[in-house]
């Protein structure tokens, strides 16, 4: 069955870095976009960033533009999410998902159909 499991969230301190890892099973990753969401204590689920499933678009929150970097790897079915200079503000359990085949909604959660279930980031000194 489809699955996606994210990996890599944990502690961070200010201006240091992570790598989340969005893992897929039971579904080739080459035909589907997808998209990282975060959803903070007390506050909405928000999107972070998407990957488009041809790789050729790219969508980036602004409060993260200049500091994460969403990439592909099809041949080993993992979406990454490279994190840096970490704020306190991006404090969240953060979520891989999926869109439908062959379509980019450039980051809409409404239009994901699959989700991990998440991976816990803390930035604090």
């Known amino acids: 069955q489809v699955q996606l499991v994210e990996s890599g969230g944990g502690l961070a301190q200010p201006g240091g870095s992570l790598r989340l890892s969005c893992t897929a099973s039971g579904f080739t990753l080459d035909d589907y976009s997808i998209g990282w969401f975060r959803q903070a204590p007390g506050k909405e689920r928000e999107g972070v960033s998407c990957?488009?499933?041809?790789?050729?678009?790219?969508y980036y929150k602004n409060f993260v533009k200049g500091r994460f970097t969403i990439s592909r790897d099809n041949a080993k079915n993992t979406v990454y999410l490279q994190m840096n200079n970490l704020k306190p503000e991006d404090t969240a359990v953060y979520y891989c998902?999926?869109?439908?085949?062959?379509?980019?909604?450039?980051?809409?959660?409404?239009?994901?159909?699959?989700w991990g279930k998440g991976t816990l980031v803390t930035v604090s000194s």
């Open positions: 990957v488009s499933w041809h790789d050729r678009l790219r």
């Open positions: 998902a999926r869109e439908g085949p062959l379509s980019y909604s450039g980051c809409n959660a409404g239009a994901m159909n699959y």
